[in-house]
């Protein structure tokens, strides 16, 4: 039995489980009218209005490149060449745009952290 100064019932945190179980699996908004949504998007909010967050984007800066990347690899994932990378984002359904961009690195480098690779794909992506 949990006690404490919850203001809502055990009853009605379930249910807004069950109204944003949508908008957590997907990332975006899955109603059809913003002001159905449980929880609107916000106007300043870059990376729900501009799509996946990826280098060469608007608004992709090395910091959120590097959020991103550490988001969806992890610690685990490192040291690893770009093939590696690729084939771990491929299996934790990374947006396509961010795969193209570490297939897009040389393919012998050997990146030992989420800021080697992101530091790589900002440089690649600012000198084409």
């Known amino acids: ?28 908004p899955t109603r059809s009218e913003e002001w159905n949504d449980p929880e609107p998007t916000a106007d300043d909010d870059p990376q729900v209005w501009g799509g996946p967050v990826a280098p060469g984007r608007a608004g992709a800066s090395l910091e959120t490149v590097r959020l991103e990347l550490a988001r969806i690899l992890g610690r685990s ?15 934790k359904n990374a947006p396509d745009i961010l795969v ?24 690649t992506e600012d000198t084409s």
């Open 100 to 123: 193209e961009a570490v297939e897009g690195l040389p393919r012998k480098a050997n990146y030992t952290t989420v800021q080697e690779l992101a530091r790589a794909l900002t440089r």
């Open 77 to 91: 994932s490192f040291p690893a060449t770009p093939v590696e990378l690729v084939r771990v984002l491929r299996r």
């Open 1 to 28: 039995m949990q006690r404490g100064s919850d203001r809502l019932s055990r009853h009605r945190d379930d249910e807004m489980k069950h109204e944003l179980q949508g908008l957590l699996r997907s990332g975006h």
